[in-house]
């Protein structure tokens, strides 16, 4: 499941957050009317009873829906959370198995499972749910933090260490002592003048972080009024910077490279009308805190001989930096 979908079906399954104690769903089953009732018209009923805070109505109608459609993971989960706010803790966890075993949401299923644990006193078994979903790359830190049945919890290592970590597998690019090499080219973050090694105004340049800063996109204009972005992000799967390079006039180039000492050096091959390659090499130059060189070379002999396609300086803006 992709991080975004996770945080929606949160919303959707979850919302919304209180507390209650009310008597058991069975008695509240028996009163709710006729299990043959129409399916759609129950779940009608029971979401509002559930988006009222109505747990005691909420879990005798999600209950009886589980009787008309018994392979309703979503219908098993509602009910395990209207139990669990009733406090009726053994019944509330039959209801969360029994969505797990369906196969609804098994992450956020499984911290709810958890959450009976610890209301219910049940310390080491919470934790132990909470450590495998943050070693399984989990994204539920908002569940865990707003959750008042983790209150016991929150002081203890464990949890606080478990909840950090969920908090890197859903924005890794954010936490720099756990992935330094998402910061590697930030030494090209900020606005540029960009002058040719001449001297001469070659255009301006202002790149940003974006997407929780795992992509450092450039916002390029030429002297002469040309645009252009390029898209860079560090690949966890192959190990590599990737940039994409697209322009104003359709043009794309694909880079991939790595840092090599202080300077990023990307490649690309572009494959040619006549059916050649051509094989370029970009290297930036981290020249220090306001200036960085960008250096493009090409070769059409498969790099026995190379040469420059553009070679740039950057300065940044409102800085005392020279060429």
Partial sequence: ??????????VLVLCPVGQGAYSSAAGATQASGAIAR???????????AYTGQDWKNAAALYAELTK?????GFAWFRLGNALRRSQQYPEALAAFEKAKALGFQPSVTQGMIAGVYSANG?????LAIIDQLAAQNAVLPNLFEQDAAFEKLRSNPRYQAAITQMKVNMAPCKFPDKHPEYRQFDFWLGE???YSPQGAKAGTSKIDLILGDCVVLENWTGGAGG??????????????????????????????????????????ETPQPDGSILKRRLTFFNLGPNK?????QQTRDDGKTWQTEYDLIYVRKNSQAKL
């Fill in 1 to 10: 499941m992709s991080r975004r979908a996770t945080l929606i079906v949160l």
């Fill in 38 to 48: 129409d399916a759609n018209a129950i779940k009608a009923e029971a979401d509002k």
């Fill in 68 to 72: 008309v459609e018994p392979q309703s």
């Fill in 122 to 126: 049940e310390t080491e078994k919470a």
């Fill in 192 to 194: 540029w003048d960009v």
């Fill in 227 to 268: 645009e252009g972005k390029s898209f860079n992000k560090y690949s966890p799967e192959f190990k590599r910077w990737e940039q994409y390079w697209v322009d104003a006039q359709g043009s794309t180039t694909f880079f991939h490279g790595k840092l090599e000492g202080k300077n990023m050096v990307y490649y690309a």
């Fill in 292 to 296: 960085v060189r960008q250096f493009s």
